[in-house]
C-alpha cells in the first residue's frame, strides 16, 4: 500500500489550528486584570508574535538539519544527550500537547454549553477529543481531509467574525489604541511579563509541523516555508481578533472571563446574535483540537522507537499511523479534563512547553559553534539576532513566571525531574532485557 505523506497545506493547517484555538479566546480577560491600555495589550500581542515567528525561522534550520518527528525530542536527543530527548518528550507528551487539547476541548464545551446549557461542558470536551481520536488513529487522507476543513472553517469564521463586529457594533468602546503617559511603564512591568506567558501560549503550536517530519513532503524544503507562513498568519489574525474584542465589549465585561469571544459578539449581536457566534466559535476549535491529535502523538511514537520498554509506543497500523500512540495521548488528555482547574493547567504546560523550546533554540548557537560543517539545507534568517530574540523574551518570561506563579513552576520541575528517574529506570530494563 502507498504510503501518503502529509502535504504542505496540511501541515500549515497543523500550524494554524495549533495555534489559534484557547489562548486567543481566553487570555484577554485575564491580561485585563492588570493592564487596561489598548495599546499596550496589541504590544503583548505583537512581542508575542515576533516571539513565534523568531522560534519558527530557528527550527527552520533545526528541521531541515534532522528531518525526524518528534520535535524537539528529537532535537533535543540530537544537540545534547538521549536524556534531554526523552526528558523533552516525557513533557511533550504529558504537558505540552495534553494539556493544551484539553483546555481547547474545554473551551469548545464551555462555548457551546453557554449556548446550550443543557448540555455538560466537561461531557461535550471528553466527547470531542474521544470522537477526534477514532477518526485520527485511521490513515493521513481522513486526517489531513479533516484537519483542512476545519482548519479553512476556521479562518473563515474568525475573518467574518472581525468584520461584522467592526461594521455591525453600535458604540464602540473609548479604548485608546496609540500610546499614552505610562505605557512605557506597564511594558517593562512584571505585569507584562506575566501577560507574556499567556500570549506566549497562545502562540504556541508554531513548531508543530517539525513533530510530523518523517510524514511531510519533502520537508527538508518545506519545513521552512511551512513555519513561516503558518507563523506570520497567526500573528495578523491575533492583533485582528484583539482589537475587535477591546473595540467592542467594555472592559469590565471581559476581565477575569473565559468566554471572551462570546461576550464581545454579545456585545455586538446581543443574545440571539451571540448564541449564533458561540456555536461558530465552539467549531472553529474544534480543528485546534484535532491538529494537536495529529502531531502529540509522534513524540510518543519516537520514543517507543528508540526505547524497547515503550515499543508498544512504535508500533503503526496498516496505514503507518501510531493508533496506540494517538490512543495514550488522548487518556492523557481526557485525565486532564477531569482532574485539572483551567488556569492551573495553562500556565502548568506554559511554563515547561516554554523551557523545551528555550533548550532547542538554544541548542542552535551550540550546534554552530560544535558542528559548524555539518550540512544545513536552510539558514536562519537573521542570525544570530532572531534566536537570541526569542531566547531572551522566553528566557525573560520564564523567569517571571517562576516567581510570580511557583506552585505551577515548580510543579513543570517536579514533572522534568520525573521524566529523568524513568529514562534511566527505561534505560536499566533495556538493558536487562538485551542481557537476557
Given at each position: 500500500?502507498?504510503?501518503?505523506?502529509?502535504?504542505?497545506?496540511?501541515?500549515?493547517?497543523?500550524?494554524?489550528?495549533?495555534?489559534?484555538?484557547?489562548?486567543v479566546?481566553?487570555?484577554?480577560?485575564f491580561?485585563?486584570?492588570?493592564?487596561q491600555?489598548?495599546f499596550?495589550?496589541?504590544m503583548?500581542?505583537?512581542?508575542?508574535?515576533?516571539?513565534?515567528?523568531?522560534?519558527?525561522?530557528?527550527?527552520?534550520?533545526?528541521?531541515?538539519?534532522?528531518?525526524?518527528?518528534?520535535?524537539?525530542?528529537?532535537?533535543?536527543?540530537?544537540?545534547?544527550?538521549?536524556?534531554?530527548?526523552?526528558?523533552?518528550?516525557?513533557?511533550?507528551?504529558?504537558?505540552g500537547?495534553?494539556?493544551?487539547?484539553?483546555?481547547?476541548a474545554?473551551?469548545?464545551?464551555?462555548?457551546?454549553?453557554s449556548?446550550?446549557?443543557?448540555?455538560?461542558?466537561?461531557?461535550?470536551?471528553?466527547g470531542?477529543?474521544?470522537?477526534?481520536?477514532?477518526?485520527?488513529?485511521?490513515?493521513?487522507?481522513?486526517?489531513?481531509?479533516?484537519?483542512?476543513?476545519?482548519?479553512?472553517?476556521?479562518?473563515?469564521?474568525?475573518?467574518?467574525?472581525?468584520?461584522?463586529?467592526?461594521f455591525m457594533?453600535?458604540?464602540?468602546?473609548?479604548?485608546?489604541?496609540l500610546?499614552?503617559?505610562?505605557?512605557k511603564?506597564?511594558i517593562?512591568?512584571?505585569?507584562f511579563?506575566?501577560?507574556?506567558i499567556?500570549?506566549?501560549?497562545?502562540?504556541?503550536?508554531?513548531?508543530?509541523?517539525t513533530?510530523?517530519?518523517?510524514?511531510?513532503?519533502?520537508?527538508?524544503k518545506?519545513?521552512p516555508?511551512?513555519?513561516?507562513?503558518?507563523?506570520?498568519?497567526?500573528?495578523?489574525?491575533?492583533?485582528?481578533?484583539?482589537?475587535?474584542?477591546?473595540?467592542?465589549a467594555?472592559?469590565?465585561n471581559?476581565?477575569?472571563?473565559?468566554?471572551?469571544?462570546?461576550?464581545?459578539?454579545?456585545?455586538?449581536f446581543?443574545p440571539?446574535?451571540?448564541?449564533?457566534?458561540g456555536?461558530?466559535?465552539?467549531?472553529l476549535?474544534?480543528?485546534?483540537?484535532?491538529a494537536?491529535?495529529?502531531?502529540?502523538p509522534?513524540?510518543?511514537?519516537?520514543?517507543?522507537?528508540?526505547?524497547?520498554?515503550?515499543?508498544?509506543l512504535?508500533?503503526t497500523?496498516?496505514?503507518?499511523?501510531?493508533?496506540?500512540?494517538?490512543?495514550?495521548?488522548?487518556?492523557?488528555s481526557?485525565?486532564?479534563?477531569?482532574?485539572?482547574?483551567?488556569?492551573s493547567?495553562?500556565?502548568y504546560?506554559g511554563?515547561?512547553m516554554?523551557?523545551?523550546?528555550?533548550?532547542a533554540?538554544?541548542g542552535?548557537?551550540?550546534?554552530?559553534?560544535?558542528?559548524?560543517?555539518?550540512?544545513r539545507?536552510?539558514?536562519?534568517?537573521?542570525?544570530?539576532?532572531?534566536?537570541?530574540?526569542?531566547l531572551?523574551?522566553?528566557?525573560w518570561?520564564?523567569?517571571?513566571?517562576l516567581?510570580?506563579k511557583?506552585?505551577?513552576?515548580?510543579?513543570?520541575?517536579?514533572?522534568i525531574?520525573?521524566?529523568?528517574?524513568?529514562y534511566?529506570?527505561?534505560?536499566?530494563?533495556?538493558?536487562?532485557r538485551?542481557?537476557?
Amino acid at each position: 500500500m502507498k504510503n501518503e505523506k502529509f502535504s504542505k497545506n496540511t501541515a500549515i493547517a497543523v500550524i494554524v489550528a495549533n495555534m489559534v484555538g484557547t489562548g486567543v479566546f481566553t487570555s484577554l480577560g485575564f491580561q485585563l486584570l492588570d493592564i487596561q491600555s489598548g495599546f499596550v495589550i496589541l504590544m503583548l500581542w505583537l512581542v508575542g508574535g515576533v516571539t513565534a515567528l523568531c522560534g519558527a525561522l530557528s527550527y527552520a534550520e533545526l528541521g531541515a538539519m534532522f528531518p525526524r518527528s518528534g520535535g524537539e525530542y528529537n532535537f533535543l536527543n540530537e544537540i545534547y544527550h538521549p536524556l534531554a530527548g526523552f526528558v523533552s518528550g516525557w513533557v511533550s507528551a504529558t504537558i505540552g500537547f495534553a494539556a493544551p487539547t484539553a483546555l481547547a476541548a474545554i473551551t469548545f464545551g464551555k462555548y457551546f454549553s453557554s449556548v446550550f446549557p443543557q448540555f455538560s461542558s466537561t461531557y461535550l470536551a471528553c466527547g470531542l477529543i474521544i470522537i477526534l481520536t477514532i477518526v485520527h488513529a485511521t490513515s493521513r487522507k481522513n486526517s489531513g481531509q479533516l484537519q483542512s476543513l476545519f482548519t479553512l472553517l476556521k479562518i473563515i469564521l474568525i475573518i467574518v467574525f472581525c468584520l461584522l463586529c467592526f461594521f455591525m457594533v453600535d458604540t464602540p468602546q473609548k479604548i485608546n489604541f496609540l500610546p499614552k503617559a505610562g505605557d512605557k511603564d506597564l511594558i517593562y512591568s512584571g505585569a507584562f511579563a506575566v501577560s507574556l506567558i499567556y500570549v506566549n501560549y497562545a502562540f504556541s503550536g508554531w513548531n508543530a509541523a517539525t513533530y510530523l517530519s518523517n510524514e511531510l513532503d519533502q520537508p527538508t524544503k518545506n519545513l521552512p516555508l511551512i513555519l513561516g507562513i503558518g507563523t506570520g498568519l497567526v500573528l495578523l489574525l491575533y492583533l485582528a481578533l484583539n482589537f475587535i474584542f477591546l473595540y467592542v465589549a467594555p472592559i469590565e465585561n471581559l476581565k477575569g472571563q473565559v468566554e471572551v469571544g462570546y461576550i464581545a459578539a454579545q456585545s455586538v449581536f446581543g443574545p440571539s446574535g451571540a448564541a449564533i457566534m458561540g456555536v461558530s466559535l465552539s467549531l472553529l476549535l474544534i480543528s485546534t483540537v484535532s491538529a494537536m491529535i495529529i502531531a502529540a502523538p509522534r513524540v510518543l511514537q519516537m520514543i517507543g522507537e528508540d526505547f524497547s520498554v515503550f515499543k508498544f509506543l512504535g508500533k503503526t497500523n496498516k496505514h503507518s499511523i501510531p493508533a496506540n500512540a494517538i490512543y495514550i495521548q488522548a487518556a492523557i488528555s481526557l485525565l486532564f479534563i477531569l482532574t485539572g482547574t483551567f488556569e492551573s493547567i495553562l500556565i502548568y504546560s506554559g511554563f515547561t512547553m516554554g523551557l523545551n523550546t528555550f533548550l532547542a533554540v538554544l541548542g542552535l548557537f551550540i550546534l554552530r559553534y560544535r558542528k559548524p560543517k555539518l550540512a544545513r539545507p536552510y539558514k536562519t534568517w537573521g542570525y544570530p539576532t532572531t534566536p537570541f530574540i526569542f531566547l531572551s523574551l522566553t528566557g525573560w518570561t520564564l523567569v517571571y513566571l517562576l516567581i510570580d506563579k511557583p506552585k505551577e513552576s515548580l510543579l513543570g520541575l517536579l514533572t522534568i525531574a520525573i521524566g529523568i528517574v524513568i529514562y534511566f529506570i527505561s534505560e536499566k530494563m533495556s538493558i536487562k532485557r538485551h542481557a537476557q
